[in-house]
């Protein structure tokens, strides 16, 4: 497989050819879309589904399609409700010792945690609450919030399966968790699942994305051997969807799953390009992609009228300068919706 098959099989993997058509789609399709920054990962449906509006995908958090919750990685994710028990009993395990260790340093003893968690449980069991209404909550009873303390707080409280986060009037708010949290997701399955929204991926890709040991992941691979195809370290899945000779532009905002996907960019970024798009600091920055390689980033300013501007890495054709400029017009419309 040559790279520029890989590139534009993994776009077509993700929907960035506009294959979904409704954020509950996208995001299953996905398995998991990374939500530290929840503007963001709206912004990274919009790229997968064509004419989606902010309203849409906010009637989804609101009929419980769609919720927020630490998973992978002990890093926030957006998942279908369908898929969350599943993710939550595989990935979490794996961060727990890491949220208590954190907690210590933030000055929260474990009988404190446990406190904090039940008064958040409580405190949500009938309205959803933002993460300042709940710190307040929280401060109140005499355990610390300072800091980073009470982001911790939260994740445990979503480790132990006690809370979800949703949006709640445009915000996003924390709500009890009234999903199963004890289902069984095999390891087999999440390969499976992970490879329909990123084949081809390797055996260090899955691991790198589910947070979950290399070990185990392979020995699940093996498992799958029959039913998955090889091109050297590359898994792909026998059905999957034809690759065209070039996927459209795309504007991809900030911890877009197509660059998060795989343990190796480099791939979507040229290595000249790889500081300015991944400058450290856990931050990853949007970008501009042609046929499927970044070739640019940019940004947006939110407010009564959105403005997008494109930073390319070097002269574009004019072709696809003005492809680009469509795209930044559906952001500016995306935005703008309800």
């Not at 790279?3 to 995001?27: F, H, I, K, S, W």
């Not at 691991?207 to 898994?235: F, H, I, K, M, N």
């Not at 040229?270 to 940019?298: E, I, N």
Request: proline share 7%; charged share 25%.
């Amino acid at each position: 497989m040559t790279p520029d098959e890989l590139r534009r099989a993994r776009c077509v993997a993700q929907g960035l050819t506009g294959a979904e058509t409704t954020p509950a789609a996208a995001v299953r399709r996905l398995l998991a879309v990374q939500a530290q920054d929840l503007r963001a990962a709206r912004l990274a449906l919009r790229a997968r589904c064509p004419e989606l509006t902010i309203g849409e995908i906010d009637a989804a958090f609101a009929d419980g399609s769609l919720v927020v919750s630490w998973l992978m990685r002990g890093t926030l994710h957006l998942v279908h409700r369908d898929d969350h028990a599943a993710l939550h009993a595989l990935t979490t395990p794996a961060v727990v010792a890491r949220n208590q260790r954190r907690l210590g340093q933030e000055g929260v003893p474990p009988a404190d945690a446990d406190r904090a968690v039940a008064i958040i449980e409580q405190a949500v069991a009938d309205t959803p609450l933002s993460r300042d209404e709940l710190a307040r909550r929280v401060a109140a009873a005499g355990v610390r919030s300072e800091g980073q303390a009470m982001p911790h707080l939260l994740m445990l409280a979503s480790l132990r399966g006690r809370i979800v986060m949703t949006v709640h009037d445009g915000r996003p708010a924390y709500v009890r968790n009234t999903l199963p949290v004890k289902d069984e997701l095999a390891l087999t399955e999440l390969v499976r699942r992970y490879l329909r929204g990123h084949a081809p991926a390797t055996v260090a890709d899955i691991a790198a994305w589910s947070g979950l040991g290399v070990r185990d992941v392979r020995a699940a691979v093996q498992t799958l051997e029959p039913e998955l195809r090889r091109d050297g370290d590359l898994l792909d899945r026998p059905g999957r969807d034809s690759v065209p000779d070039q996927v459209p532009v795309r504007l991809l905002p900030a911890f877009d799953p197509y660059l998060l996907g795989w343990r190796d960019r480099g791939f979507a970024v040229p290595d000249s390009q790889l500081r300015c798009v991944h400058p450290g600091g856990g931050m990853l920055r949007a970008v501009a992609t042609v046929d499927g390689a970044a070739v640019g980033t940019w940004t947006l300013r939110r407010g009564p009228r959105p403005v997008v501007r494109i930073e390319p890495f070097g002269p574009l054709p004019a072709r696809a300068r003005a492809a680009l400029d469509r795209e930044a017009d559906d952001v500016v419309r995306f935005e703008s919706s309800t």
